[in-house]
């Protein structure tokens, strides 16, 4: 489910890559950050700690820290600061690592 209001600004002509989040495969362009990846394809980062509401970052420059997610079982990291890679894999819950999601 695509995010139509919002327009990935990476070059046209940027190699396209493959992740998925929470396990659904998408397409992402070389140059995007994971955070742009997720909210361009309807997900959303984490639930809120208190009220279980959606979160989709808030100072997207890396100082706010509410964008982790999980990329392995052991790694942990800001989406907004992270580029995407080609097979990348995404989890906001905790599925991974038994945090909070
Ligand atoms: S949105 Fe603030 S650290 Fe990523």
Known sequence: MRNEMLVPVAPFDAPLLTCTIDGRPVE???GQTV?????????????????GEKR?????????????VWFSPDRRGRACTTPVVDGMRI??????????G
């Not at 989709?56 to 982790?68: E, H, I, S």
């Not at 989890?91 to 909070?100: F, L």
């Open 28 to 30: 992402a362009q070389a």
């Open 35 to 51: 955070l742009t990846v997720m909210l361009t394809n309807g997900a959303f980062v984490r639930r809120h700690d208190v009220d």
């Open 56 to 68: 989709a970052g808030f100072c997207l420059m890396g100082a706010c820290q509410d964008c982790w």
């Open 91 to 100: 989890v906001t819950s905790a599925s991974y690592g038994g945090g909070d």
